[in-house]
């Protein structure tokens, strides 16, 4: 391994001492005013590159306000913070927060034809210590690595979260003092955008304050009754009971896809039959349907080992459309995605690691949580 010590571990922002969200969003902003910014110019490059100007990104960004009040109240509040903070408007904060819900469903036809993300979640019943694991590469635009921060906050009760977001967002990638974990594989469906719902970093931050897959899978329910998903995602998670699975969501509802034999894998195409045939068109180079091969592959082998989950994300086998993914030069800088960073969370014991960089080239280092 080629290890790359000039890559440091992402920023930590601790706002757990400030008493309401509006207070907690605004030292996060303080905190992370470069990484914000470095944010907002990313997006307004991307939505540009797909002929969206930032002002109707804004203007769009307002019609999912209501569904994250319906969610939660509190999140409005800090996304008012967030905005206090860096001296923005609300609206510029908040379509960073529905980015995935404006973008056009034909995104992967386009600006990032390669999709993004490989997930895989191990009950403590198939792993080798007898750990629950959740464990992700985040392949996104390189750029957007300087934006990242890992935000240490709570929910509206109190419970301590622990998230590495694109700074300006509410949530990512996270686990609470519960020991629930969270990650994020990006589909894209024919619907997405039609209406407004639930947008998904405001549902991943929603679900930090959950104790278990059981009580999120309940609230899934009653969100797609109420103002349902603005978007496709899937959601891997798993909690310290032992449970795992990957929750897909699409403007025409959710489905569960369950754990084989203890073990859950996904990457950014829908595998649960009734949400399938509404996903929208993949493009030709992408590259989903080999990273859940090669991921399915490594984690064949029972019980499976931390080592085998950090093979998994360090997997180059497929050259630029690897699980392990680099930039590649042949395409235009708008569309060489690559892992930003990998991530691999410990729900038992509530610890997690993170690689700063592409995962093949740099160390998981332990992050710390807060708890």
Not at 74 to 99: D, K, P, Q, S, V
Not at 272 to 283: D, N
Request: hydrophobic content about 40%; proline content about 6%; some cysteine.
């Amino acid at each position: 391994m080629n290890a790359r010590p000039e890559r440091r571990a992402f920023p930590v922002i601790d706002t757990r001492s400030f008493n309401t969200p509006y207070e907690r969003g605004k030292a996060y902003a303080s905190k992370a005013q470069r990484q914000v910014q470095q944010s907002l110019l990313t997006y307004k490059k991307l939505f540009a590159s797909c002929g969206l100007e930032w002002t109707e990104v804004c203007r769009r960004a307002t019609a999912y306000r209501d569904c994250i009040g319906w969610l939660d109240p509190h999140l409005i509040e800090e996304i008012e913070g967030i905005a206090a903070g860096t001296g923005t408007h609300f609206e510029e904060i908040l379509a960073l927060n529905c980015r995935t819900e404006i973008l056009p469903a034909s995104l992967f036809n386009n600006v990032a034809d390669s999709g993004e993300c490989t997930a895989i979640a191990v009950s403590s019943k198939s792993s080798a210590d007898g750990h629950t694991w959740l464990a992700q590469n985040w392949d996104w635009l390189g750029e957007q690595r300087f934006a990242l921060v890992v935000l240490q906050t709570m929910d509206s009760d109190g419970t301590p979260i622990s998230t590495l977001t694109e700074a300006g967002m509410l949530a990512k990638i996270g686990l609470n003092a519960r020991g629930m974990a969270v990650g994020l594989n990006i589909l894209r469906t024919l619907d997405d955008g039609a209406r407004p719902g639930i947008p998904v970093h405001a549902l991943l931050r929603h679900a930090l304050s959950f104790d278990s897959l059981s009580s999120f899978r309940n609230r899934l329910e009653v969100i797609a009754q109420g103002p349902g998903f603005g978007a496709g995602s899937n959601i891997p998670c798993a909690d310290a009971t032992g449970d795992v699975a990957c929750f897909e969501l699409s403007p025409r509802g959710w489905a569960e896809h369950p754990a084989q034999d203890g073990v859950a894998v996904h990457t950014n195409h829908f595998l649960c039959g009734p949400l399938a045939p509404r996903q929208a068109e993949l493009g030709a180079s992408l590259s989903t349907e080999s990273r859940l091969q090669s991921a399915t592959a490594h984690a064949a082998a029972r019980p499976v080992s931390v080592e085998a989950i950090e093979n998994l994300l360090r997997d180059k086998s497929d050259g630029f459309t690897s699980i392990c993914r680099s930039p590649d030069p042949s395409l235009p800088a708008e569309a060489r995605l690559e892992t930003v960073a990998g991530i691999r969370t410990d729900c038992t014991e509530r610890r997690w690691w993170i690689a700063p960089d592409i995962p093949s080239q740099v160390r998981f280092e332990e992050a710390p949580t807060g708890f």
